[in-house]
């Protein structure tokens, strides 16, 4: 049976195996497609998505197929792309002389309907059909209105209004978590990038492993540091989070005009971007490609991308590119910024192509 929708996430699919030649009967309803015989044991495989209405990835939960008979077996495949989804289910049975027969169906399903030519609404839904859900981009500026974006830690001894402004007039929901809370599942489920300013506490290595699970499993994460002169002070904090995924940051501290680009998404079109008394990065000895840099300063790598599992990070040495006078006097910093969330941002939700 066929089943139409524009939801590109999986859609629940329950399926009754008869034991003996039977005429099926189907019902539907909104939330999964039954098929099943009147007679005979079952084997059922449900899955049911499931998903939050801020804009996160819908998480499924999968209910393996049980057979409560060994006369009784069925296999399914399932290939599909960003419009149709191709059914093959093959039924073997035991007969009566204890012969085998085996029954294949096949048939396609619409998973996608384009309601429109671009996305607009922030629906959990891929509207126009182009494998990315709620590539909102209604200002054309290169941010996704959808993503939920997080300002973790202290701001720095400067204004950081046009850095705030600029965010929030391009749609991104913007929450600041200024006291520091405890690093934790129930803190990163409210967002999808968090940029990290001023660490001015301990954290322990449950917080450690908690941010690089986060990360692991989709989650992107700018770092901000330079904050305080003094490596003793500063860097600890940091650099407790940091080792998990293989970096660390460490002196000198280094005051000049970065101009030496890799060629790296992060990196694109930028010409110059000030970096002010900050600090550079570089991999630990047991993960020596773990940064993998993007620019550097006298020969020190200043800023560098890390890919953990599902999730992006970019570690920048320096805080003044979320201060108001970067934003007044170097003109490549709002690309820079843009070119960081479209990196770390959720790869197939929430992503503006090109």
Not at 144 to 171: A, H, M, Y
């Amino acid at each position: 049976m066929t089943r139409r929708t524009r939801s590109p996430f999986l859609v629940a699919f329950v399926m009754t195996l008869p034991l003996a030649c039977s005429t099926p009967s189907g019902t539907e309803s909104a939330g999964a497609s039954t098929e099943s015989g009147t007679t005979g044991s079952t084997a059922t495989g449900t899955v049911t998505p499931t998903s939050s209405a801020t804009g996160t990835a819908a998480t499924t939960e999968v209910d393996e197929p049980t057979t409560s008979a060994a006369s009784a077996t069925s296999d399914t495949s399932t290939t599909s792309d960003t419009s149709t989804t191709s059914i093959t289910s093959t039924t073997s049975t035991i007969t009566g002389d204890g012969e085998i027969t085996a029954t294949t169906t096949s048939g396609t399903t619409q998973d996608c309907i384009p309601s429109g030519a671009d996305e607009t609404v922030c629906d959990l839904i891929d509207d126009d059909c182009n494998g990315i859900v709620d590539d909102v981009d209604v200002g054309d500026d290169g941010i996704c209105d959808c993503v939920r974006i997080g300002l973790f830690g202290q701001p720095g001894s400067q204004s950081e209004e046009t850095f705030k402004t600029w965010l929030n007039d391009r749609g991104p929901a913007v929450t600041v978590f200024a006291d520091e809370p405890t690093l934790s599942p129930v803190l990163f489920a409210q967002v999808d990038i968090m940029v990290i300013r001023y660490l001015t506490r301990t954290y322990t290595a449950e917080e450690a492993l908690a941010l690089s699970t986060w990360i692991e499993a989709g989650g992107g994460v700018m770092v901000l540091s330079g904050y305080n002169g003094n490596p003793a002070v500063e860097l600890p904090p940091y650099n407790a989070l940091l080792a998990n995924m293989g970096l660390e940051l460490h002196s000198p501290l280094l005051n000049n005009a970065v101009t030496e680009w890799t060629d790296h998404p992060v990196a694109a079109g930028l010409t110059s971007v000030n970096f002010l008394v900050g600090w550079p990065v570089r991999s630990l000895p047991n993960m020596p490609d773990a940064a993998v840099p993007i620019a550097t300063l006298d020969g020190y790598t200043v800023t560098a991308a890390h890919v953990h599992g599902a999730g992006r990070m970019v570690v920048w040495g320096d805080e003044w590119i979320s201060f108001d006078s970067e934003w007044v006097m170097t003109p490549d910093v709002p690309k820079f910024w843009v070119n960081i969330f479209n990196y770390i941002g959720p790869a197939n939700i929430c992503t503006v192509p090109g």
